[in-house]
T-cell receptor
Framework: GAVVSQHPSRVICKSGTSVKIECRSLDFQATTMFWYRQFPKQSLMLMATSNEGSKATYEQGVEKDKFLINHASLTLSTLTVTSAHPEDSSFYIC???????????FGPGTRLTVT | AQSVTQLGSHVSVSEGALVLLRCNYSSSVPPYLFWYVQYPNQGLQLLLKYTSAATLVKGINGFEAEFKKSETSFHLTKPSAHMSDAAEYFCAVSEGDKIIFGKGTRLHILP
């Protein structure tokens, strides 16, 4: 149980275009999902907390207009990287809370490459 | 604010040897602590968690960790390393609904 999926697993896009990444909780409902960014050989950096039916809460230094987050249902959150640039290339990971306090289940990640 | 410090960005052990990955936490309240493993180009998998029950926590793949309040530590151990244990390991502490990660330790297994 507690499976989280992400789609796509890899995406390559041209500079200036927008890319949408989906995060789904497959066998549970998640009122809260999280989006992380991971640079090569580094730890995960929390970007934002996504709450179903409300606006996302962004961490300090994360541009909310560049990283659009939508949590339209209890099983789906999306991250849209708008007007992507090469410096946005990274590994993006989502996670969801299944209801067990203080425990997050992570998706497999999405590798974004902006050329 | 809660934080965790992982000592050693890289640890190498021989196959069959003891694995010890160190983690110290800083928390103003009784913490919830986690160890996650990440294989290349994959997400994170929960190895084990401490939630104020037993101080010795057993996880998957033969790993365990002991919560020591006096030392503010939550070190991860495995009696006998296997080649498949080679991965990145993250210690983490909860802060409300959020999880704060350490910088990670890459475990190398020597044949």
């Amino acid at each position: 149980g507690a499976v989280v999926s992400q789609h796509p697993s890899r995406v390559i896009c041209k500079s200036g275009t927008s890319v949408k990444i989906e995060c789904r909780s497959l066998d549970f409902q998640a009122t809260t999902m999280f989006w992380y960014r991971q640079f090569p050989k580094q730890s995960l950096m929390l970007m934002a907390t996504s709450n179903e039916g409300s606006k996302a809460t962004y961490e300090q230094g994360v541009e909310k207009d560049k990283f659009l987050i939508n949590h339209a249902s209890l099983t789906l959150s999306t991250l849209t990287v708008t007007s992507a640039h090469p410096e946005d290339s990274s590994f993006y990971i989502c996670s969801a809370i299944p209801g067990t306090p203080y425990e997050q289940y992570f998706g497999p990640g999405t590798r974004l490459t902006v050329t | 604010a809660q934080s965790v410090t992982q000592l050693g960005s890289h640890v190498s052990v021989s196959e069959g040897a003891l694995v010890l990955l160190r983690c110290n936490y800083s928390s103003s309240v009784p913490p919830y602590l986690f160890w996650y493993v990440q294989y290349p180009n994959q997400g994170l998998q929960l190895l084990l968690k401490y939630t104020s029950a037993a101080t010795l926590v057993k996880g998957i793949n033969g790993f365990e960790a002991e919560f020591k309040k006096s030392e503010t530590s939550f070190h991860l151990t495995k009696p006998s390393a296997h080649m498949s244990d080679a991965a990145e390991y993250f210690c983490a502490v909860s802060e409300g609904d959020k999880i704060i990660f350490g910088k990670g330790t890459r475990l190398h297994i020597l044949p």
